[in-house]
């Protein structure tokens, strides 16, 4: 536990010292300061607007963040022969594996920590709103933070294979193809003319590839007819799943990496 | 005396698409006693560092055995007791000299800042302990390099090109501090191509050419055999020519120069010429040096090389 403690911690440290996701990271709070000077352009209400970006925002740069910090991790450190002088000490290749996710997680978490800071204060002196839509609104990061948490082990799951520039379109294409998976099924699945074996490779695929859509949880204040039965199990569920999936990764990923030549 | 290291028809075998199947380390057999500074020489590619990383356990072997400190290589608890300083590392860049020792202590599960500020003076950081590792010089790196290597009191050090690319003071420097792990009863296995270094410092070697040991043994051993250059004035040239038959003779603009083993009857040559009423101008014993061991070893293991050379103006 010391060793993937260790490698974690410094992981982090390394990481909040890059300089393309510092300037990530600025790029962001620069659209999120000056998102409340959007909202007039919406047709929507002025705070659906606010938050709507607000939220994509976060989540798009968190997914540039996650996926840019990971696909290098592994690569790197064999590259500058970083894990030579790990590898040759009692540490092995699983705590190194792991140590470096929990490293992009922990990053992952403090940077989008910044992000939802910041839109909180600003939401909060702009529109002065209730503790409940306070609530609601810092709910979907968290939300956020377990499906980028999924994307960093997806990237690192492939960094123990394949070229950073590789990884970097199946990592982005799986994430660009997760977030739509729920309205694609639902397309082929009620539409009468889809035939009965496309729908069910559509359930198939959909049932392999993760679905990242689940993490966008239709907020009450932007979608007001939307009603989650049972919140507290939705929550459950879509944390449990990104866990789950997360855990298959991982193990793939130290399988792979333990027989891999470095 | 136990061995430190021992390989047994040590085999990594890579596949290639372009060239099939290519042994880069081939029926190994490696000896290296403990407590002895090894010297594994080999030009590029002849797979030291290959050797290395199997003895490290950081790639599979294909076939044959290895032991390190009496484990199977591989073993996990055989790390606690080596370490490995990797041929030009790079080190965690944000990391000041002394996080950096904490962070390798730290993966041996260790908290001890005390420890980690010895090793800093005992490499002569003392004083830069608070620089981050970015603002550190080439030979700098490779002293913090050597102290996070000493972090667990290894009983075996891996030094690969410990001095490569560094000034002659850090050099120097480096030399030293690795005279004194022997001294400390430790067993180092450096891979370098600094022959001279490895001749002032090892007391035995291996040298590997294409993956293959093509020899190995004391370094006192492998010297042997230098060579006497004496020039000569005031004989004939039936006398010189008698003179050279166990060595080579050479014509100068105003006598000879006779190159012969050192092992040669020198005083028969001195006395013959003395007595032609010669004269000997000098006489500049050539010791063997392991250069030359080097350079004669690859070349009779890779035939056809030496024309080659010499057709290139080489050596």
């Known amino acids: ?262 | 005396m136990a061995a430190a290291i021992e390989t047994k028809k040590l085999t990594k075998t890579y596949r290639s698409r372009q060239l099939g199947k290519i042994n880069v380390v081939n029926e190994l057999d490696l000896h290296v006693e403990e407590g002895e500074i090894f010297g594994f020489l080999g030009p590029n590619g002849a797979g030291k560092t290959t050797t290395i990383k199997m003895l490290l356990g950081i790639i599979y072997p294909t076939h044959g055995e290895g032991y390190v400190l009496g484990r199977e290589i591989g073993d996990m608890d055989v790390h606690r007791v080596i370490s490995y300083l990797p041929e030009r590392p790079y080190y965690y860049e944000h990391m000041t000299g002394f996080e950096l020792l904490k962070f390798y202590d730290s993966l041996f599960g260790n908290h001890d800042p005390d420890k980690c500020q010895r090793l800093l003076e005992r490499v002569n950081l003392a004083g830069d302990a608070s620089k981050t590792i970015n603002q550190y010089s080439k030979g700098m790196q490779q002293r913090v390099g050597l102290a996070q290597s000493l972090l667990n009191d290894p009983k075996l050090l891996f030094l690969d090109e410990p001095t490569g690319g560094l000034d002659p003071i850090a050099h120097r420097e480096i030399r030293d501090l690795i005279l004194s792990f022997r001294d400390e009863g430790r067993t180092v296995f450096i891979s370098s191509h600094e022959l001279s270094e490895v001749e002032l410092i090892c007391d035995r070697v291996a040298i590997i050419h294409k993956g293959e040991i093509a020899r190995q043994g004391r370094l006192t051993e492998l010297l042997k055999g230098g060579r006497i250059e004496i020039t000569l004035q005031g004989i004939d040239e039936g006398l010189a020519r008698k003179l050279a038959t166990g060595g080579t003779l050479h014509n100068l603009s105003d006598g000879y120069m006779l190159d012969m083993p050192e092992e040669e009857d020198v005083n028969a040559v001195v006395d013959t010429v003395r007595s032609a009423k010669g004269s000997i101008v000098s006489m500049v014993p050539r010791k063997k040096r392991l250069e030359d061991l080097f350079v004669e070893t690859v070349r009779a293991a890779t035939p056809g090389a030496a024309p080659k050379l010499a057709a290139e103006g080489g050596v």
């Open chain 1, 1 to 262: 536990m010391n060793a993937i403690w260790a490698i974690a911690s410094s992981t982090v440290g390394e990481a909040i010292r890059r300089k393309v996701l510092l300037v990530i990271l600025l790029i962001a709070l620069l659209l999120l300061s000056i998102i409340p000077a959007l909202g007039v352009l919406s047709a929507r209400s002025e705070m659906s607007a606010m938050i709507s970006t607000i939220f994509f925002v976060i989540r798009f740069t968190s997914a540039l963040i996650a996926i840019i910090l990971t696909i290098y991790m592994i690569p790197n450190e064999i590259e500058r022969r970083t894990i030579y002088t790990i590898l040759c000490k009692p540490v092995q290749r699983w705590q190194f594996l792991l140590g470096k996710y929990f490293g992009a997680v922990l990053a992952l978490a403090l940077m989008m920590g910044i992000m939802t800071a910041l839109s909180l204060v600003m939401f909060w002196f702009l529109k002065h709103p209730d503790a409940s839509k306070m609530a609601e609104v810092a709910k979907q990061p968290i939300l956020y933070l377990v499906e980028m948490s999924l994307l960093a082990a997806i990237a690192i799951f492939f960094s123990t294979f394949v070229a950073p520039l590789v990884n970097f379109f199946i990592s982005t294409g799986l994430w660009l193809v997760g977030t739509v998976l729920n309205p694609l099924y639902d397309s082929f699945a009620t539409n009468p003319q889809t035939a009965p074996i496309m729908k069910t490779m559509a359930k198939l695929i959909t049932s392999i590839l993760p679905n990242f859509a689940n993490y966008d949880v239709k907020n009450p204040i932007l979608h007001p007819g939307v009603v989650i039965q049972n919140e507290a199990s939705y929550y459950l569920k879509t944390v449990g799943y990104g866990f789950m999936y997360i855990a298959i990764l991982l193990i793939l990923g130290i399988v792979v990496f333990d027989r891999r030549e470095v």
